[in-house]
Every structure is written in C-alpha cells, then in structure tokens.
C-alpha cells in the first residue's frame, strides 16, 4: 500500500525478494497533474502494473467492501509505506503477522511536513 516514488521504490524491493509473494497493491486513485489536468497514475501502479499485479484505488479504506477485499488476499503481513490513506484497525489486524509501516524520517524525533529535511539539516 503506498503512492509516491518512495513506495515504488519500497515495492521494486520486495518484488526482489524470492520469498515475498506481492500478491496486489493498493494505491490512492489517480490524480489530474500538469498544466492539460490529466489523471496521473502513481509511481505504485505505474510498476504494479508493469510487473502485472492487481491495483485497487480506493478512494476510502473504511468501507467494509475494501475490509473484505483486503481479508480476500489472505496477506501474511501488510507494508504500508506513504499510501496516503488512513487505514482502519481491521485492516490492520487483518494479516496474522502484522503490518509494517516503512518510514522516511526519524520518527518519532522529526514529524510534521519536512521530516526528511529537518534530519538532514540536523546531519543524521
């Protein structure tokens, strides 16, 4: 589950991992970008879809339909990873082995809206 190029990037790992089974992403819904406003998939779906997984873009995770889409993979775990989307506790307890949420900054030392920039400055 995740959007921008850093979860793409979190995504290319695990499809490198013989012993991950990616089995599909979930992404927010395409977005209108540039100056012809035109809907731009997300780095996720660009790849999700070059490496022919399912892509699911809802526009709400709360609904019990994305909950029983979710259950319906059987995930062992979940990696979140910049989605967007604030995730319900049942989807999150819906994996046996939890789920993982993969991070960019220092947390929970530098939160707000330049995390990154902030541990960078500070040369950590």
């Keep these: 589950m995740g959007t921008p190029a850093f979860a793409a990037d979190i995504l290319a790992s695990l499809l490198g991992w013989p012993e991950f089974s990616v089995q599909a992403v979930f992404t927010r819904p395409d977005r209108e970008a540039g100056r012809?406003?035109?809907?731009?998939?997300?780095?996720?779906?660009?790849?999700?879809?070059?490496?022919?997984?399912?892509?699911?873009?809802?526009?709400?995770?709360?609904?019990?339909?994305e909950l029983q889409l979710v259950q319906s993979y059987e995930p062992d775990f979940l990696v979140v990873a910049a989605y967007g989307k604030i995730l319900p506790e049942d989807i999150l307890?819906?994996?046996?082995?939890?789920?993982?949420?993969?991070?960019?900054?220092?947390?929970?030392k530098y939160r707000g809206s330049a995390p990154i920039n902030w541990a960078v400055l500070n040369r950590e």
């Design 36 to 65: 012809g406003r035109r809907l731009m998939p997300s780095p996720v779906k660009v790849l999700a879809l070059e490496k022919g997984l399912p892509v699911h873009q809802p526009s709400s995770m709360k609904t019990e339909e």
């Design 93 to 108: 307890h819906t994996p046996p082995y939890g789920s993982i949420n993969v991070h960019s900054s220092i947390l929970p």
